[in-house]
């Protein structure tokens, strides 16, 4: 059993194989600061993006969640306002090793969020993995909104120019 002898190699042989089955693109976007301005109500919100190439994306998971009121408590009879609706739920991957990644010194907050395949996931919790070899997260869909990204595009383009030089002559 080499997992027990070397526990670091067997996280990142682990980590390398579920790379090959769920590795993906993703965005991960921290807010910097926002302000409004009072007199005409423009919000102005500052972010910073980073593009991680390689991230663990693990299926969503669909959860039945039931929200009440508390007059279903208060007042013993069935079920009187409220409903169910299902969240989707995915778990994020992310590996110290990957070149073009997150770096080690990053600071998870509540307030990041994750773009994959086009939408918008809120980061719900994290946790840092085992020898600190990542991190995983939590995040759940927010459906209906159109996700807000930064672009990043490089454009080589060879322009031909030509030259032409008059030379004014001077004689004095």
């Not at 778990?91 to 918008?120: C, H, M, Q, S, V």
């Amino acid at each position: 059993m080499t997992h027990r002898s070397n526990p670091q190699k067997f996280v990142r042989q682990v980590l390398t194989s579920l790379k090959k089955q769920f590795g993906d693109q993703v965005q991960v976007y921290k807010l910097g600061s926002e302000s409004v301005d009072w007199d005409t109500g423009t919000r102005t919100i500052t972010d910073s993006c980073i593009e991680v190439d390689n991230c663990i994306v693990l299926p969503v998971t669909i959860n039945s969640e039931v929200v009440q009121s508390i007059s279903y408590i208060s007042s013993n009879k069935p079920f009187i306002q409220g409903g169910y609706f299902g969240t989707g739920k995915r778990k994020f991957i992310f590996d110290f090793t990957e070149r073009r990644g997150l770096p080690k010194n990053y600071t998870w907050d509540l307030a990041d969020w994750i773009i994959a395949d086009g939408n918008r996931y809120d980061v719900a919790s994290f946790e840092e993995l085992h020898f600190g070899s990542g991190w995983m997260v939590t995040a759940t869909r927010v459906q209906g909104v159109v996700p807000q990204q930064t672009i990043k595009e490089n454009i080589t383009h060879t322009l031909q120019l030509r030259l032409n030089h008059t030379v004014d002559v001077v004689v004095e």
